[in-house]
């Protein structure tokens, strides 16, 4: 039975409770600029989205413009919604496939629907990103249609010598990989309340997903936000609100206009609100879910690679249910389920009973995430795979700066890999 070490607080409120491995840590700070932090998402297994060309694309020619997005402190949302206004079209035919850090420079590929009168602008530029036209695709970018990520990564004031990350890929070898918690960036890193906002949500408790998302505040926060989020809080008076907010607040204040147009109609505050986002609001109450059931097996001594019996494991391209548990095979995964309207949870499975009993604590039924009659984004449910392995390609440390890069497998967060690496409070790396 292995015995891990806590989290600190800050972390267990996003469901993640404990450190996989021993490892002492690194110490050190990342993020003090965009640049020491930089992603590029992988194509076709081979190239990085920043030297992605015509002659390099797959797909037979169509209607769907690609474009190579660097984008610089944004989330990708907002970079979206940049090139939809740019264009003169609407952000839902704005397509990508993965999401990227806000605090970075990031490279993505987006794709815009086009039609016969559309003008596909070569060179798009804002102080805050940039767009490159590649080529047209008969295909919209989907979610997870890239191979995965490419990360640079600058540390900060490490304590340790860069050649201690052995010891640290040592230990992670011995463990089978690392739990695939979804990272602090899923919740929000300065402001970790996405889970929160989704559980009011999928509740139909919409008055507290409008002061969640508008009226919690935390100490990362400028304090002209932090003094209109207080006051709504307080007084619940959208108008004043609205004057307090910073224009940089989007989605905050569409919440404040809608109330202001319709007082105290919370769910039609809420509704008004980009269908995209409120499905991160709710993905990601499903992926605290998710975050606390790793926890939980954590909890129970279980090492990464170690199935519970009932659980799904997924090795060469077959699918089978363990009857007995135990460790998996090296390139095998196990499913943990994503909860969803259509999940089906068997009491008679110990991996199930696990889930079931997280769900009981937050009042929360599978069915509940069916929002159809809402006319909102309903989640079927599905899995997630654990664990997996960081494959660091390069990394060398002069002055106490280490430079490290490394390719996750897509859907896999490189917070989580930071986390275990250097040992430090979030705020350091997130």
Known sequence: MTRYVPSPEEEKNIGIDYYATSFRGIGGRTRTTLSDFIVDEIYYNVYRASSLRPENLTCKPGKYALYLVEKRGITTYRAALILARELGVSPSIVSFSGLKDARSIA?????????????????????????????LCNKPLRRGFHSGNYFKITIRD?????????????????????????????????RPITHLVGKHIIARNWEDAVVCLVGEHFPGESSIVREARMYFKDTMDPKK??????RSMVYERIVLRRLIKKPGKYRYAIKGLPTKMIKLFIEAFQSYIYNKTLSKRMGLGLRPDEALPGDVVYMGNKYTRTDKGGKIGKNSKILIPLIGYETHLNKRSYSHEIILSILEELNVKPEMFNLVDEGLPSLRGGFRATPFTPLIKNFNEENGTLVLEMFLEKGVYATIVLRELMKTAPWTFC
């Open 107 to 135: 490279y993505q590929i987006f794709s815009v629907k086009t039609s016969k009168n559309s003008i596909i602008k070569e060179r798009v530029l804002h102080p805050k990103c940039s767009f490159t036209f590649i080529g």
């Open 158 to 190: 490490v304590e340790e010598p860069a050649t201690s990350i052995i010891e640290f890929l040592e230990e992670v070898e011995v463990l089978g990989g690392l739990p695939n918690f979804y990272g602090h960036q899923r919740f929000g890193t300065i």
């Open 241 to 246: 609100t609205l004057s307090l907010m910073p």
